[in-house]
């Protein structure tokens, strides 16, 4: 079921390992910052960055192993039933916090499009018996999606640190 799609994931999972480590890097730079200052924040908004990454990087490493059977389907299927659950934890955790008023691009990011990803790495692991092939692409497309909102979502959290923290440095110099 798997073959031919070895190069794909081999390209996708490195991505995914290169920006977890590079994700820890930057959050150990901006750790001091002035934004940084609520855990509650970095769990609805830093840690799910983190878990879309290795999500990535789990199904990269499933697919690449040599499987015989179902098996790989039912570990792709079982990450998605873990990352619907984890979704509507994250979406909570952004209701509860108070450091930051999330805006729309937070919600689609944060809750509707992973939500939207891991329903499709479910929903692809019941086609992938009888419906290899598209089963195999949906998988890719929903890996795509995982990577892609981990990427947009460091970016912004990279950007929105060094904005914050600029802002709070101009107001705290003496004019």
Request: glycine share 10%; with cysteine; net charge positive.
């Amino acid at each position: 079921m798997t073959a031919g799609w070895d190069n794909f994931y081999v390209i996708v999972g490195s991505a995914a390992g290169a920006l977890i480590g590079l994700q820890f890097v930057v959050m150990a730079l901006i750790a001091d910052s002035p934004a940084a200052g609520s855990a509650e924040a970095g769990a609805a908004f830093g840690t799910p960055t983190i878990v879309h990454f290795a999500t990535v990087l789990l199904l990269a490493a499933n697919v690449c192993i040599p499987w015989r059977g179902i098996g790989v389907a039912i570990v792709w299927g079982l990450a998605g039933l873990a990352g619907l659950f984890y979704t509507g934890l994250v979406v909570r955790r952004i209701l509860i916090q108070h450091s930051y008023h999330p805006v729309l691009e937070d919600w689609l990011f944060h809750g509707l499009l992973p939500g939207a990803a891991y329903g499709l790495l479910v929903g692809s692991a019941f086609l992938a018996r009888d419906h290899a092939r598209r089963a195999m692409f949906i998988l890719a497309a929903a890996t795509l999606l995982l990577l892609f909102i981990a990427i947009h979502n460091a970016w912004d959290a990279v950007t929105y640190h060094v904005y914050y923290t600029r802002r709070a440095q101009k107001k705290a110099e003496p004019s």
